[in-house]
């Protein structure tokens, strides 16, 4: 079966530091991944998105993702973080059937 | 274009009562989704239509719930009777072309039953 996981739940970085959000995926063709972000109170927010090619995905916000099949893995990356980063994060595989499957969000705190 | 409209932002409302959750997706996308958000099961996709035909509704907990898209420019999720347990950040979510495009949230309707 399908399955994403996010194994950090919470991080907390500095204003400034570089950031990286796992992502582990279990799924049986080539997926489509994402990355999306919400803020508090709001909806989610879609920040880049991977279907094939060029591995190092580029997204909004400064904001990039790599694919890694002998990983299974799509971490998102930021070289620089910023105090708006602040927010919740998710990861996520689309299967054939356009039906998501989200990891359980991993929360980003930045420090001043 | 104004993104994905839902209303009401929050509702706070009496176990046993009707509710009613609604939807306004973006002008030409052709797929529609309701999630919801829970601390304990994180986002749960209740049902997606397709050119306003429901194509899944395994997700829908119970016979309580129901969903309906009457025209491309609207949807409704309605619970009769609310339970407490139903408690939950609803969110609408249109996408053209189905998942693999990304999906445009809404701002969701943030339930509790009381």
């Known amino acids: 079966a399908q399955s994403v996981t996010q194994p950090d739940i919470h991080i907390t970085v500095s204003e400034g530091a570089s950031l990286e959000l796992r992502c582990n995926y279990s799924y049986g063709a080539t997926p489509y991944l994402f990355w999306y972000v919400q803020s508090p109170g709001q909806g989610l927010q879609l920040l880049l998105k991977?279907?094939?090619?060029?591995?190092l995905v580029q997204g909004i916000k400064g904001f990039e993702a790599e694919f890694k099949r002998s990983q299974s893995s799509f971490n998102l990356r930021k070289p620089s973080v910023h105090w708006s980063d602040a927010a919740e994060y998710f990861c996520a595989v689309a299967s054939g059937t356009y039906k998501y499957i989200f990891g359980t969000g991993t929360r980003l705190k930045v420090l001043a | 274009d104004a993104g994905v409209i839902q209303s009401p932002r929050h509702e706070v409302t009496e176990m046993g009562q009707e509710v009613t959750l609604r939807c306004k997706p973006i002008?030409?996308?052709?797929?529609l989704f309701w999630y919801r958000q829970t601390m304990m099961r994180g986002l749960e996709l209740l049902i997606y239509?397709?050119?306003?035909?429901?194509?899944?509704d395994s997700g829908m907990p119970e016979d309580r719930f129901s969903a309906k898209m009457p025209n491309a420019s609207f949807s409704t999720l309605k619970i009769q009777p609310s339970e407490p347990r139903d408690s939950a950040v609803y969110f609408c979510?249109?996408?053209?072309?189905?998942?693999?495009?990304?999906?445009?949230f809404g701002s969701g309707t943030r339930l509790t039953v009381v």
């Open positions: 002008s030409g996308h052709d797929y």
């Open positions: 239509f397709n050119n306003n035909v429901p194509i899944d």
């Open positions: 979510a249109s996408s053209l072309g189905g998942g693999e495009r990304g999906y445009t």
């Open positions: 991977y279907f094939s090619g060029d591995t």
